[in-house]
């Protein structure tokens, strides 16, 4: 079955430091893959998505690209907030668009 | 735009009774909700979808008369917890799209605690 990998937390950096979390999949067929941001107290919000190989989701800084070849949908930012502090999920979709998520990442940023 | 609520955010019962969730969509009508579960340190686990009017789907392993699912209405849905067990404590979040297929907006979820 489909299922997804993301690399374990928690992740504490400080200001402006560079931030990456990494993600794999297995699913057969092509999905569609997505990175939501869970803030404290609030519920799941999707952060960036691509739907199919060599796309490059963006927002708020954060960038992932679909790597079939590697199955990998890593998400990235060159400059972290205090802000940006979150638990941070990858998932995917398939045609029956139900999400397959990993076990969430939690990032701390200290100012 | 697009919010989604639970009620209530959290909630201690005692074992052997039920308890009920209710997911609304506040400013947009939803034609699909799913329900997850949660587990500390774990990945979100699908339940259930439900369309409004239509009976829910299940995925394979979730007891569908011990965890009920209403969709009555384009803006609710409703969980159920049957005869709630210590193991049926964690952490329910539902979703809802506007579309079939379409981005899925999360609640923010119920802690539920069985004694």
């Known amino acids: 079955g489909d299922s997804v990998t993301q690399m374990e937390g928690p992740v504490t950096l400080s200001e402006e430091a560079f931030l990456t979390i990494n993600c794999t999949y297995t699913a057969t067929g092509y999905p569609s893959l997505f990175w939501y941001v869970q803030y404290p107290g609030e519920g799941l919000q999707l952060l960036l998505k691509?739907?199919?190989?060599?796309d490059k989701g963006s927002n708020k800084g954060f960038e992932a690209t679909y790597r079939k070849e590697t199955t990998s949908f890593h998400l990235e930012k060159g400059s972290v907030q205090v802000s940006d502090s979150a638990v941070y999920f990858c998932?995917?979709?398939?045609?029956?668009?139900?999400?397959?998520f990993g076990a969430g990442t939690t990032v701390t940023v200290r100012a | 735009g697009a919010v989604v609520s639970q009620h209530p955010s959290w909630v201690i019962c005692k074992s052997g009774t039920s308890v009920k969730i209710e997911c609304r969509s506040l400013?947009?009508?939803?034609?699909?909700m799913f329900w997850y579960r949660q587990f500390p340190k774990q990945s979100l686990m699908l339940m259930a979808t439900s369309n409004e009017g239509s009976k829910a789907t299940y995925e394979q392993g979730v007891e569908k008369d011990k965890f009920l699912i209403n969709h009555a209405s384009l803006t609710l849905s409703t969980l159920t917890v049957t005869s709630a067990h210590p193991e049926d404590s964690s952490f329910y979040i539902c979703?809802?799209?506007?579309?079939?297929?379409?981005?899925?907006?999360f609640g923010p979820g119920t802690r539920l605690t069985v004694t």
């Open positions: 998932a995917l979709s398939r045609s029956d668009y139900k999400l397959s």
């Open positions: 400013d947009f009508q939803a034609t699909t």
């Open positions: 691509a739907t199919k190989a060599d």
């Open positions: 979703s809802a799209s506007m579309l079939a297929g379409g981005e899925q907006y």
